[in-house]
């Protein structure tokens, strides 16, 4: 694994807290339990840009456990947990730490999309459509979902301002 984070001897406390957020996340823990088995991901590459926090860990697990590839950045650098981060690292790939500049930002990103991600979960979608605009991949993903209930990814005519959340 290729991952960047912030410390990985904070990895213990990471899974601690990912137990716990599993513990108390029945629903999502209940639905994996269910499919792990089918492995329904089987051979997918799924980037994620999400708060990487503990609640984010157990969707993680979710899709890994399902038979994804993931691929993790942190949607903002002031709420990542690099504990939590430290821990999913032991797992697959993050690129993610608290506090990360603009352009350590971007480049995260640019991480998870150089995984060539067949599908994207991304809390705002602004920034992976922006770096797949300009890196010229934006074809490559069948679809994408931004929390706004649409799953079919950037429409035609569609520019990302890449200067929503800060300069680069």
């Keep these: 694994m290729t991952s960047k984070i912030a410390d990985p001897k904070l990895a213990r406390d990471g899974e601690k807290n990912f137990l716990w957020a599993k513990e108390h996340m029945g629903a999502l823990t209940a639905l994996t339990e269910k499919q792990v088995r089918k492995k329904p991901l089987e051979g997918l590459t799924v980037g994620v840009c ?15 456990r399902s038979g994804a590839d993931v691929k993790l950045a942190g949607a903002n650098p002031l709420s990542t947990q690099d504990d939590v981060a430290a821990y999913l690292a ?15 930002y971007n480049w995260c990103l640019k991480k998870v999309l150089e995984s060539r991600p067949e599908q994207l979960i991304d809390d705002g979608a602004d920034r992976c459509c922006a770096h797949l605009e300009r890196e010229g991949c ?12 649409e799953t079919e990814g950037p429409r035609e005519g569609w520019e990302a301002p890449l200067s929503r959340g800060g300069s680069e």
């Design 50 to 64: 999400l708060h990487v926090t503990k609640e984010t860990s157990v969707l993680v697990d979710a899709l890994l």
């Design 90 to 104: 032991t797992r697959t790939d993050v690129w993610a730490w608290r506090g990360e500049t603009v352009q350590e």
């Design 138 to 149: 934006r074809r490559r993903v069948r679809g994408d979902y931004d929390g706004s209930g």
